[in-house]
């Protein structure tokens, strides 16, 4: 066995001395799965003398070691509920797993497989999700303040009332996701995709959404106050009765889009066509308008 497949092997043992032992202690199954790699080629005669401590208590929290799940292949399996906080699961398989309520605060799941996953009510905040891969994944109310989700892809991921309070989603792929009423106060969404996105009465005071693309976004009733929507693409986008919303700069515009009824004249006049039907915003710092008429 070269030393590539012994890791590989070790790698699927965690995976599966974590499903079987949830509350084992994480030094103990790395031990373990450790002890069982060493001797795979041999014919087993007794258990590994490490498999002993799977049934000892959890470390306390000043002296436990960050459970390893790294790469594991934990698809379709029910951790809902699970305390995983603090743990590298940094290219696991959890497609379709359901993480429902889990608590993963502060977790590596960079380059995880999440496709599918139920993470309704999950907490995680300050996860680490840098290209993660959430596509049709379930995060309903789900905790994600300070969470980094640069570049991950988030298509047609139901995040309804989720709190995405400062987190980083630059470049994320938010492609049909759903939105509606979720809190992204201070969040950086510069760069993301997040073309027929529901954004309903979501909370996106103080966020960055710089080069976004938003086209055909419905962003109906959203709180915009502070929202830098720079050179952002709202072709088709509906922003009927957004609120506090400033003229965005630079930004894209066509005769699909929908303003608040107080900008629509406004950002009409401080636009320039530049194609057929197409517009662009000019510079030129917040407008004039506020949400209850001319200043």
Known sequence: MTDYERAEHATRLRGLLYLACPDAPASAIES?????????????????????????????????????????????????????????LSGANLSGANLRGANLSGANLRGANLRGANLNDANLSGASLFSVDLRTAKLRSAKLPFAQLSFAELAVADLTAANLNDANLRGAGLTGANLSGAILRGANLTGANLTGANLIEANLSGAILRGANLTAANLINADLIDTNLTAANLTGAGLTGAKSMHRPARAIWNRDTRWPANLASDIAEHSDEVSPGVYQVRDGGKSLVSSTGRI
């Open 32 to 88: 373990t799965a450790d002890a069982i790699t060493q001797h795979s080629e041999e014919a087993p005669s007794e258990p590994v003398p490490e498999a002993a401590d799977l049934s000892q208590p959890k470390e306390q929290p000043s002296d436990a070691v960050q459970l390893n799940l790294s790469g594991a292949i934990l698809s379709g399996a029910d951790l809902h509920g699970a305390n995983l906080d603090d743990a590298n």
